[in-house]
């Protein structure tokens, strides 16, 4: 059966990680997932916006919830930020009072929000069609070990994002072991990237960055995988030239889920991307056949 | 330019005028703040918390002074270096919503013009563009992906002159 989704692709993708988008519209056409363009999109709401003004966010939220369910769609986001603050909205306008409050604003846009929207990870969805991935595997990416980062708002807080094991995920994991890549244990896993600080203090931002970074090298990761453009903005932007104490490197290859499974897939390498990753991929590139 | 905010640097010496019980109540009522006198100070929050080794008042200690009523916590740097990860709130053992009622902390700061500079820029950016950021043209031709769905601005721009997102720091 083909699934069908208004995909909803945020504002850091098309800005910092096209590789990202059309590694997955690939990965997407491969496995029958048809993904609709999301007419109107503004910003997701985004954590920023939560920050500031809790009702200008559930607004801001609350419209792209109404355009899709207006529209009688789904929506599947690849970014965490997203799924994390469209979700968030969905799941505070729960009640009543605040979805009213909303549903005032929309009004003047014609649009009203009733609560049917279902809101999806890109990687839920392939989570489903495992069966079907492993099925489709032609290029084994055995000797890649990768450092896995899930991200906070995947799976935290976990009656909201309701996807994965909150102190113990794995089944990102999972999608990335049926290319033959090894998911490594490393300590700092679930530790937020630092993100989201980078608005507020770099240094800090920076710091944690680094913290997790050592962390992933000591288990012995020769690359990290995201899925998500925010977090990825601190493994392939701001980690560039990264050390330790000792001042040895601490970088290391950045790439998006869908690259390995493209990959590992055999779709069209110019659709993966690979040359817009910033971290150079050479200590890799025999394993990923570059 | 000296940040507006974290200037609430220690607990050494400090003497508090009052404890304000309406400030708890009004914490109380933001979303998530229902349970916030349940906080028995156990401090697992601060245990799992990605910053409490790189703040000043870490965050168990910013529930107390919730439940206090002190409001120089709109002062502290926890309220903005929170990273937004969930953790202390998934972890909590008496439920309560903790990184949510920080976004509260966060909104109460905001009015008072104490917050980072660049969340004003954002608000600003927000209101102009519906968005944070702008598509890069070249990469996306390169990769032969379409252009991003256009968004009408004035339809955000009608939102969000209605929840009053610009006039937020008036009279602060």
């Avoid at chain 1, 055995?142 to 799976?155: E, N, R, V, Y």
Wanted: one cysteine or more; proline letters at 4%.
């Amino acid at each position: 059966m083909t699934q069908s989704y208004e995909v909803f692709l945020g504002c850091a993708i098309p800005s910092r990680f096209n590789n990202y988008e059309s590694s997955m519209r690939a990965v997407a056409k491969e496995l029958g997932i048809k993904l609709i363009d999301f007419d109107g999109a503004s910003c997701c709401g985004t954590v920023v916006l939560k920050s500031i003004d809790e009702h200008s966010w559930l607004s801001m939220g609350g419209r792209n919830l109404a355009l899709a369910e207006q529209r009688g769609h789904d929506i599947v986001t690849p970014c965490n930020g997203c799924f994390g603050s469209l979700k968030d909205t969905a799941h505070v306008l729960h009640d009543k009072k605040q979805l009213k409050a909303v549903n005032k604003v929309l009004l003047g846009l014609g649009l009203e929000y009733t609560g049917k929207v279902k809101v999806r990870h890109f990687v839920e969805v392939l989570y489903d069609l495992k069966d079907e991935i492993a099925k489709k595997i032609v290029k084994p990416l055995d000797g890649l070990k990768i450092a896995f980062h899930p991200g906070c708002h995947l799976i935290r807080p976990s009656n909201v994002a309701e996807f994965d094991d909150p102190e113990l995920p794995g089944k990102v994991d999972e999608l990335l072991e049926l290319t033959g890549a090894k998911s490594v244990s490393w300590g700092l896993k679930l530790k937020c990237c630092g993100s989201p600080l980078l608005i507020a203090n770099e240094d800090i931002a920076t710091e944690i960055l680094r913290e997790k970074m050592k962390s992933a090298k000591e288990a012995g990761a020769n690359c990290v995988v995201t899925n998500c453009p925010a977090c990825h903005t601190q493994f392939d932007v701001q980690a560039i030239g990264i050390k330790d104490e000792n001042d040895e490197s601490l970088e290391l290859p950045a790439l998006f889920i869908t690259q390995i499974l493209g990959l590992a897939m055999g779709l069209d390498s110019e659709q993966i991307g690979f040359e817009l990753n910033r971290v150079p991929l050479d200590p890799i590139s025999d394993i990923l056949g570059l | 330019m000296t940040e507006s905010w974290g200037q609430f640097k220690s607990f050494e010496s400090k003497k508090f005028k009052a404890l304000d019980p309406k400030f708890t109540a009004e914490v109380c009522k933001l979303t998530g703040g229902q349970d916030l006198t349940t906080c028995f100070q156990c401090a697992k929050c601060s245990a799992g918390c990605p910053v409490s080794d790189k703040v000043n008042i870490q965050i168990h200690e910013v529930m107390r002074m919730l439940v206090f009523g002190l409001t120089e916590v709109l002062q502290t740097d926890m309220i903005w270096l929170c990273t937004t990860c969930y953790t202390c709130q998934e972890r909590c053992p008496q439920g309560i919503d903790i990184t949510d009622i920080l976004f509260g902390l966060k909104n109460m700061a905001y009015r008072k013009g104490i917050a980072p500079s660049g969340y004003v820029t954002s608000a600003k950016a927000l209101y102009d563009v519906g968005k944070l950021y702008s598509p890069t043209e070249w990469e996306r031709e390169d990769l032969g992906l379409d252009d991003v769905p256009e968004l009408d601005v004035s339809e955000t721009k009608k939102m969000l002159n209605k929840t009053k997102l610009l006039k937020l720091q008036e009279g602060m």
